[in-house]
């Protein structure tokens, strides 16, 4: 409890501006590319088609002025070091790599679990969801080797019986499957930015998202008034 508040404290006064970091972000003209807000008129329409088969056929170079590389099996290497030091239950990982993503402005997420994290990078203590796997932990070697961007964010205000109660509950759901196109409000579907929106809605009465939206993208997180940035890596 005394470590918590401490690193709380800490955190409190290494808050990074966001601003800083908009012009790092994909825009279409000025504007960072967020969810759209949930439109009410539409609340009883099925959606079936998923972000990615909605936007796979745009014309990139035409719609955003980038030309997408074409398919190559050679891997991209990205890195950052992202420091942990500051990190306690319930803190969020946001990261991210070069160019156009599906996703939005950020491709990933995920919620730290102290628990888990013993010192090393190959801990696995990032709880998340991924494709054909669903609900999982991730290590921290994972994002320093897939992404060459990274933030942690806290909730300030939220207490640390609230922070071991929102990552306790959402590690009651590993292995549930992962569904990108499901609704934000759909208890049984998961995603990566889902994880950490849900345990802080569900358990801290908190709505970190954003606008809204149908979905809760990595970006929303980050554009919320609840959240704070406190630490930051660049490769």
Avoid at 92 to 108: C, E, K, N
Wanted: aromatic content about 18%; hydrophobic content about 35%.
């Amino acid at each position: 409890m005394l470590e918590f508040q401490y690193k709380e404290e800490i955190k409190r006064r290494s808050i990074i501006p966001k601003e800083k970091f908009y012009h790092r972000f994909l825009k279409i003209g000025n504007l960072i590319m967020i969810s759209k807000p949930y439109d009410e008129e539409w609340q009883e329409k099925s959606y079936k088609m998923s972000l990615y088969e909605l936007m796979k056929e745009i014309d990139y170079e035409e719609v955003f002025g980038l030309r997408i590389p074409g398919k190559s099996n050679k891997k991209k290497v990205y890195t950052n070091r992202l420091s942990f030091e500051k990190f306690t239950i319930g803190d969020i990982v946001l990261a991210t790599s070069l160019g156009f993503h599906i996703q939005g402005a950020i491709r990933h997420a995920a919620i730290f679990d102290s628990r888990r994290y013993h010192g090393s990078i190959d801990d696995e203590c990032l709880l998340t969801a991924e494709p054909d796997k669903g609900v999982i932990y991730e290590s921290i070697q994972f994002y320093y080797e897939n992404f060459g961007e990274a933030w942690g964010l806290f909730v300030p205000g939220t207490t640390f019986k609230q922070r071991i109660e929102i990552v306790e509950e959402l590690s009651k759901h590993v292995g549930e499957r992962y569904y990108w196109s499901a609704h934000k409000n759909n208890p049984t579907s998961w995603y990566c930015s889902l994880v950490p929106w849900r345990g802080y809605y569900e358990i801290a009465g908190i709505d970190i998202d954003y606008n809204g939206g149908y979905w809760v993208l990595p970006i929303d997180i980050f554009m919320s008034e609840y959240t704070e940035v406190f630490e930051y890596a660049r490769g």
